[in-house]
């Protein structure tokens, strides 16, 4: 059996399962609506056409919300790189990978994971194992993901690695 056969074996956990930085507590007073969440989960291939689906998801998704554009922009650039280290670094980049977006939004703040199917398998890259120059093109994409969020973080189970993050959002 293949590795792309046995998808079943690396379903992604539940990224909002994870714990939460700074969560509000629900005061009597407060209606449920006052502190109701939207969400969309979206599994894709993992392959290079990948990153440009999945920012594409995050625009679409954040778009239907009164959100500030640099919010949806910030999102969408944060989630991109998330996408593009799966691919890189985890078994969803390679032949029958996948990996799945969860968003959640609630009225302070955008929550964006990404899944993947965890480390990869097999020999590494002649390129990996090459050292690294510090002017590369390379290591910047969670520099960029901090820059762009409020928190950020990453946990890994048997055959998963999820990294997420997220951004405030700023009441006027």
Request: charged residues 30%; aromatic residues 6%; hydrophobic residues 35%.
């Amino acid at each position: 059996m293949t590795d792309s056969q046995r998808v079943d074996e690396y379903a992604a956990v539940d990224p909002f399962e994870a714990p939460m930085l700074d969560t509000p507590t629900l005061d009597a007073a407060e209606e449920l609506s006052d502190v109701a969440t939207d969400h969309t989960v979206w599994s894709c291939v993992g392959n290079l056409t990948a990153v440009r689906s999945i920012r594409a998801r995050v625009r679409e998704f954040l778009e239907k919300t009164a959100y500030p554009a640099a919010l949806v922009d910030d999102t969408e650039l944060a989630a991109s790189e998330l996408a593009t280290n799966a691919l890189l670094h985890s078994r969803s980049g390679q032949v029958g990978g996948i990996m799945t977006l969860f968003i959640r939004t609630e009225r302070d703040r955008v929550r964006v994971a990404v899944a993947d199917q965890g480390e990869k398998s097999g020999a590494r890259d002649s390129a990996s194992d090459e050292p690294r120059s510090e002017n590369g093109d390379y290591g910047r994409g969670k520099l960029i993901i901090e820059s762009c969020s409020s928190r950020c973080g990453e946990y890994w189970t048997d055959h998963t690695h999820v990294a997420w993050f997220e951004i405030d959002i700023v009441q006027e």
